[in-house]
């Protein structure tokens, strides 16, 4: 299987009043063709981050992309110059936004929005344009796509402001799609539907899709692998079968628990203790320590790095890796 | 669509009656409230003023009445759009207002499409390279314009372009003899109309300016330049498409609000160039003591202040979807 | 750190409100004891008439021969006077309407805000000339005038103001203990809802400042008093050969607003500072 996105050494850094964050700190991980692979984490884990770096969004100032390198298709997305960085975003690699009231433009018809991206990268005349919305909006459920298309985004509901942005993102056939927190504004019968659209897609056109969220749920639903994020690091990374099934970092299996706390009843929710560090005072050592049951005094001194515990299965901890102290 | 806006407008103008009253209602009390009356400054005028004399003019205009009286028969004249007379000029006022009243439209309308446009894009310009030495030129020429006096920077002008320049007229609109063809007399008026649309509009400029850009930061920070950017779009098109529409809707909302603020600033730099529009009679008014002028003039100003609203009001209106005029 | 501490140390840090508050300083400075260090009368003649500046008189003698300097000086106390008395009188005024407005909604409310909206719909400077002209210029009338035409802007945000705070809960709490409506008003949101009627009344000294110098350009200023506007008016007609008799007056205008804007945003970011990261 071929790879469409690696992430190497990446590191994000901004700069802030009250001293340097450090957003993302040394990332790596790849996507492969028609993979769905999923970045967990609470917020303030970097996760977000990660999405607007692949895309080279990250506003400067305050932000820097401060090290490593973004691969998509043998290319450093880090080092293209302007005008080809713009002939990637949208037609080579897609993003979907959280919310999608606030990802429109309020004051253009939703198919305007839609025909720009047609436009541009495809250079379609008017009347193909036209007639290219309606396809796509059919194509991600939209009813009525021809009256649809003259409508503002005030006049949609939100799962339909989502397909929207669905069908924007896919206009153009990308390779690769970003998915920041696709769901998290939407009502949960609509969650539903949303990710079965962008299942279906997926495969319909042979996507990879990097899906961005703090919901377990739909991890287990949708991807194939997934990449725990604490504190701008990747602490544990595997298929989504074994991490669900055989966590390793404390951390995951913190969240995990919290997490099967919805399915039973009447079940007290087993929170992780304490709150993610703050980004100006990072403890000394591994960055969970703090909150963590099963914490060594090593490791508050040291930080673990990441060791592959088993085959493709890396792990930023002592404890997984097996040291007692 | 197009019958909400109908009934939108109609429903406006309607609302034009009880303020044109209110006002009607107010100068009325003023004039009454004024030490002397017509009579008095008619006598005066006329060399007569003896009581007698005073006293029969009072009979005439109607001034022993009751006020009750008065005010209704000035209500009256006001419906059949009878402004009363300038005391001193023998005309009706009306035929006075009306007959300067293009002058100071034409003046008013340039100066804010010049600020306008000039404001739109100085602060376009500014916002997308904020911090920039251009960012702070502009920022710091908008401060400095917005607090100079505007009749005094019409008469620095005017010392500067027309004094030691000489490239440009000082006063007048229009110089005699100078249009045989109206293409030549439109030139003509042109050339007299630059200083004092620039002078009216650089106040303008320096508001909308400093709005705009703003506006444009602001409208920087939402989540959808963001994701306009993630479809590949270049920060050209961004800046002008995306952001703009957005940017101008406060920038619009204001414009309204300053509509009477720009007639009163009109009565100065008229003043100032010898414009022949409203503003340049309120000034011969006041040498004048003219009062009925001068409320004349006061309530047709503010009915252009109202329908100048309802303009921006639609305007804003096919800027911003959302709005629906129910 | 107290709300004051926070205030002040914003406000420090911001050259341009400290630059302008120094020059609004001296300013003040000038009007105050200007007139007494340099006691020349204004209207006065005191030599030949069009001496340029730098000459016998610091900056040269006017049409009439009049003092220039002196009118400099003489003028400043006239325009900050007129321009904080008017401003303190609109504030006091469009605050306490906005408060009842506010507060108490419904018929006073409507009463109080159709007013206000009749008053922002007379162009300001005209009505203003108006009822100068009418009830004669002297500087009592020209700072009613001005107040007259200014309380509106102060009203509106001040009702704003209460009408945001009336429904907070520190608001409930104390009616629900009792607490006499005006006590309410005047001692637990009035505090709250100053800093934006601060920023705006320093805005509007300088507007009342432009204003009166309009008002005196056109000859409706207090024939008694000599003011800036009436220096640049009276220097009209001899553009020509003098125009630094119309600039210098202006120039001083010009320092004079540019300086309490400046100010005037220094209190604006100081008391509401914006997070400027995410």
Sequence with gaps: MSVVLLVEGLSVHFRTTLGVVKAVDGLSFAIGEGETVAIVGESGSGKSTVALAALRLIPDPPGKVAGGRILFDGQDILTLPDAAIRAVRGRRIAMIFQDPMMALNPVYTVGRQIGEVLRLHLGLSKREVMAEVVELLRLVGVPAPEDRARQYPHNLSG??????????????????????????????????????????????LGMAVLLITHDLGIVAETAHRVIVMYAGRKVEEGSVARIFKDPRHPYTQGLLEAAKWEETE????REIPGVVPSPFDMPKGCSFAPRCFAALPRCQQEAPALQEIAPQRPVACFVAQGMRT | MRNTTVAFVVRRLLQLVPVVLAIAAMNFLLIKMAPGDAADILAGQMGHATLEFTQQLRREFGLDLPLIEQFLIYMGRLLTLDLGVSFLQQQPVLDLILDRLPATLVLMVTAISLAGVLGVG???????????????????????????????????????????????????????????????????????????????????????????????????????????RAKGLSEGVIAWTHALRNALLPVVTLAGVQIGHLLGGSVLVETVFGWPGLGRLVFDALLQRDLNLLLGILLVSSVVVVIANLIVDLLYGLLDPRIVHK | MSFLRAFWLRFRNNRAAVGGAAVLALVVLLALIGPFIYPTDPFDMVGRPFMAPFGRYPLGTDVAGRDILAGILHGGRVSLLIGVMATLAATVVGVTVGALAGYYGGRIDDVLMRSTEFFLTIPSFVLAVVLVAIFSPTVVNITIAIAVVSWPSVARLARGEFITHRDRDYVLGCRAIGMPDWEIIVLQILPNALPPVIVVASLMVATAILTESGLSFLGLGDPNVVSWGYMIGV???????????????????????????????????????RLKQR
């Design chain 3, 235 to 273: 220097a009209r007609t001899v553009l020509r050969v003098a125009w630094w008799m119309a600039a210098i007056p202006g120039a001083m205008i010009l320092l004079t607003v540019l300086a309490i804007n400046l100010v005037g945003e220094g209190l604006n970011d100081a008391l509401n500072p």
């Design chain 1, 159 to 204: 799962g339909m402001r989502q397909r929207v942005m669905i069908a924007m993102a896919l206009a153009c056939r990308p390779k690769l799609l970003i998915a920041d927190e696709p769901t998290t504004a939407l009502d949960v019968t609509v969650q539903a539907q949303v990710l079965d659209l962008i299942q279906s897609l997926k495969d319909k």
């Design chain 1, 266 to 269: 009447g079940a007290l929710l």
């Design chain 2, 122 to 228: 100085l602060g376009v310009a500014a916002a997308r390279r904020q911090g920039s030495w251009i960012d702070n030129l502009v920022s710091v020429s908008a401060l400095i314009i917005y607090a100079t006096p505007a009749f005094w920077l019409g008469l620095m002008l005017i010392v500067l372009f027309s004094i030691k320049l000489d490239l440009l007229p000082s006063g007048g609109m229009m110089q005699i003899g100078a249009g045989k063809t109206s293409l030549a007399y439109a030139l003509d008026v042109a050339r007299h109309l630059i200083l004092p649309a620039a002078t009216l509009g650089l106040f303008y400029v320096a508001i909308y300016t400093r709005l705009m850009r703003a506006a444009m930061l602001e409208v920087y920070g939402l989540d959808f330049i963001t994701a306009a």
